[in-house]
C-alpha cells in the first residue's frame, strides 16, 4: 500500500461544473466540503475551478477551454492533481491524463482513498478493497499508460498497484474472492449479534463529521478515535450502556455524506447492519452547519436506501456551542439570545415527528435532558417487545 510521504506536499485544484437550476453558492459549498476531503486525504486546496455548462462534457467533463485553464494554472503552482465533485467515465478520465499531463481522481475516487487509508480491521479492509476493485474495473483499460504508480498520493492507496491487477480476468476473480471473504465476515458478525441476547439496540446515524463518536465516548465512557476529519472512523463499534439502571446496546457507525459511491455502501451494507437492525436510532446533527437540513436529507436517504424505515427515531442536535459563536453576536444580550435559541429550537422541534434534543457533546451540555429522553425510548422499546419483563426496567 503507497502511502503519501507526509514530508511532501501534495497540491490539488479542484474542479466541478454549474449546470442549469444550480446555482454558484451551491456549488462553491460543495467544493468546500470536497475541499475538506481532499484535506483529509493529506493534501493542500490551490485554487477550484466552476465552469457553467448545459451539461457535462462527453469527452473532458469540463470544457476544453477550462482544461487549458486549470493545465496553466497548474504549472504556476506546481499542482499534481485534479479533483473533480462528480463522477467520471473512464474515457473522461484517460481524456483529462492526456492531455493534462496530471493526475484526475473524481469524488468517488477520493472517498475510496480516504475510506483506505483508514481501514483498520479485517472486514473493513475487505469492503473497501471490494469497493475499490469494483470501481477500478471498468478503468482497467491504459488505466497505467497515463500514470507513474511510483509517485503516490491521493488516488494511489490501497489494490491496484500490482501489474497482474491490470488483467480484467484476474480482477474479476479477485472481486469474486472478496465477496467470499466478506460473505464468512458477515456471517461471523450475524452471529456476533445473536449473541447480543435480548437488549435494545440503540445505533448513531449521521452526516460525517457531526460528532457521533464524541457522544459514544460521552455515553458509553468509551474511547473512540474523534477528531476533526472525514471519516475518522469507519468500523462500528458496540458498547453495553447502563442507564438508570436501563441496559441497552449502543452502536457507532460509519458517516454518510453527498454522492456516498455506490460501491461502498454496497459493500458496508454489514457493518451498516447495525443501523439497520437497531431498535432505535439516533441521527446526530450538526446544527452549526450551514446545511445541516440537506445533511438530514442525505442521512434518511441513505437509510431509506438500506431498509431502515419505521424505527423510532431521536434527532439530536449537536454543536449548539458552536451554533451560538457562529451565529449570535457577542454583543447581543444574553436574554435576547435565549429567546433567538428558543425560537430555533421550537421550529426545529415543529419540523420533525421524531424527539429531537438540543445538545454540546464536547461542552457536555444538556446531557443530561438527552439521556432522559433516551432512557424513556428503551424504556417503552422494552415495554413493547418483552412485557413480561418491563418490570425490571
Request: proline residues 3%; glycine residues 4%.
Amino acid at each position: 500500500m503507497i502511502v503519501i510521504n507526509p514530508t511532501i506536499e501534495e497540491k490539488v485544484v479542484l474542479a466541478a461544473i454549474c449546470l442549469p437550476g444550480q446555482s454558484l453558492e451551491k456549488i462553491n459549498e460543495y467544493l468546500d466540503e470536497l475541499a475538506f476531503l481532499a484535506e483529509t486525504a493529506g493534501a493542500t486546496t490551490t485554487k477550484k475551478f466552476i465552469q457553467k455548462l448545459d451539461h457535462p462534457d462527453h469527452n473532458f467533463f469540463i470544457g476544453s477551454g477550462k482544461v487549458k485553464e486549470i493545465a496553466e494554472y497548474a504549472v504556476l503552482v506546481d499542482a499534481s492533481t485534479v479533483i473533480f465533485d462528480d463522477e467520471l467515465s473512464p474515457a473522461q478520465i484517460r481524456n483529462l491524463e492526456a492531455e493534462l499531463k496530471m493526475k484526475i481522481v473524481d469524488r468517488t475516487g477520493l472517498i475510496l482513498d480516504i475510506f483506505a487509508s483508514r481501514a483498520q480491521t479485517a472486514q473493513a479492509k475487505t469492503q473497501v478493497e471490494l469497493a475499490q476493485m469494483q470501481y477500478l474495473y471498468p478503468r482497467l483499460k491504459g488505466l497505467w499508460t497515463h500514470l507513474e504508480r511510483q509517485r503516490g498520493g491521493i488516488g494511489m492507496r490501497g489494490p491496484g498497484e500490482k501489474e497482474i491487477e491490470t488483467d480484467r480476468r484476474v480482477v474479476k476473480d479477485k472481486i469474486a474472492l472478496l465477496k467470499e471473504q466478506l460473505r464468512k465476515l458477515d456471517s461471523q458478525s450475524q452471529t456476533m449479534r445473536k449473541t447480543r441476547g435480548e437488549f435494545i439496540r440503540v445505533a448513531l446515524v449521521g452526516y460525517t463529521n457531526v460528532g457521533k463518536s464524541t457522544i459514544m465516548n460521552v455515553i458509553s465512557k468509551a474511547d473512540i478515535l474523534a477528531e476533526n476529519k472525514l471519516f475518522a472512523t469507519l468500523d462500528t463499534t458496540v458498547r453495553k450502556v447502563v442507564i438508570d439502571n436501563v441496559p441497552f446496546l449502543l452502536s457507532d457507525t460509519v458517516g454518510f455524506i453527498r454522492k456516498l459511491p455506490h460501491n461502498l455502501i454496497e459493500s458496508f451494507k454489514t457493518t451498516l447492519d447495525e443501523a439497520r437492525e437497531s431498535d432505535i436510532i439516533l441521527h446526530v446533527v450538526d446544527a452549526s452547519h450551514e446545511q445541516f437540513h440537506e445533511q438530514i436529507d442525505v442521512v434518511n436517504t441513505t437509510l431509506t436506501e438500506l431498509g431502515v424505515i419505521d424505527v423510532p427515531v431521536i434527532m439530536v442536535f449537536n454543536k449548539m456551542d458552536a451554533y451560538k459563536e457562529k451565529y449570535f453576536d457577542k454583543f447581543l444580550p444574553e436574554e435576547v439570545k435565549d429567546e433567538l435559541l428558543e425560537e430555533f429550537k421550537k421550529n426545529l422541534s415543529k419540523s420533525f415527528k421524531h424527539n429531537c434534543v438540543f445538545i454540546s457533546a464536547t461542552k457536555k451540555e444538556h446531557l443530561d435532558e438527552f439521556r432522559r429522553i433516551l432512557v424513556m425510548t428503551v424504556q417503552d422499546m422494552y415495554y413493547k417487545r418483552y412485557p413480561y419483563r418491563a418490570s425490571y426496567y
